[in-house]
């Protein structure tokens, strides 16, 4: 067990809808970061939140959007959804950025687009 | 642009021998390097890093080698066993120049153990 908490674990759902994924990063920890992983291919880097501020983007499109919340949650939204938009999304915290480079990632939220 | 390579998607090998998991980088600003393993249906798994002031470093079974000249890493495991088999993610940051912490990961090498 990491620490990381991600709901929902699987979520089905329509191309043009909207879903919200949810992760609790571990107890301290300031640090989230959000990765996708579409079938086959490697974990892509979305986007990172130190204590409730963006502090690096990756390859987010731009239907989606993320926050981290005073208690230090995350969310991370995704629109207008489209069947390429079906992947396992993990989120992963880390106390300090910068320093040794460990991530504790979730067990992911895994989403299909039918 | 993939900046971290996992060229061997798959690798055998029987319990006991050497497995060895190979990586390519293209950044040479990367200074970090991490290996994650993941079973089916968890997340990654932090298992071994590495930093570019050193060429390797070994923890029990895992050894892990950094040749900068090629901007190559490896990981070896010996020896193998079947609880190993899993998926192998190869990850690269750029710790001391800046970086957010974030790490750039490849695609990832299913090993699997045979008994």
């Known amino acids: 067990d990491s620490g990381v908490t991600q709901t929902p674990k699987h979520l089905i759902t329509a191309t043009g809808q909207r879903v919200t994924l949810r992760c609790s990063p571990r107890?301290?920890?300031?640090?989230v970061y959000w990765y996708q992983q579409s079938l086959d291919q490697g974990l892509q880097f979305l986007i990172q939140?130190?204590?409730?501020?963006?502090?690096a983007k990756g390859n987010i499109l731009e239907r989606f959007s993320a926050q981290q919340f005073p208690d230090l949650h995350s969310e991370l939204n995704l629109s207008s959804l489209e069947l390429g938009d079906s992947a396992l999304y993990f989120c992963?915290?880390?106390?300090?950025?910068?320093?040794?480079?460990?991530?504790?990632f979730g067990e992911g939220s895994r989403l299909t687009v039918l | 642009d993939q900046q971290v390579k996992q060229n061997s998607p798959s690798l055998s090998v029987q319990e006991g021998r050497i497995s060895i998991l190979n990586c390519d980088y293209t950044n040479s600003m990367f200074d970090y390097f991490l290996w994650y393993k993941k079973y089916p249906a968890e997340g990654p798994t932090f298992l071994i890093s590495?930093?570019?002031?050193?060429d390797k470093n070994e923890d029990g079974r895992f050894t892990v080698f950094l040749n900068k000249s090629a901007k190559h890493l490896s990981l070896h495991i010996v020896p193998s066993q079947p609880g190993d088999s899993a998926v192998y993610f190869c990850a690269a940051s750029k710790e001391f120049s800046g970086n957010t912490g974030k790490l750039i990961f490849g695609q990832g090498t299913t090993l699997q153990v045979k008994p």
């Open positions: 939140y130190y204590n409730g501020e963006e502090r």
């Open positions: 107890s301290g920890d300031l640090s």
């Open positions: 992963a915290s880390s106390s300090t950025p910068g320093q040794g480079g460990e991530l504790f």
């Open positions: 590495i930093s570019s002031i050193k």
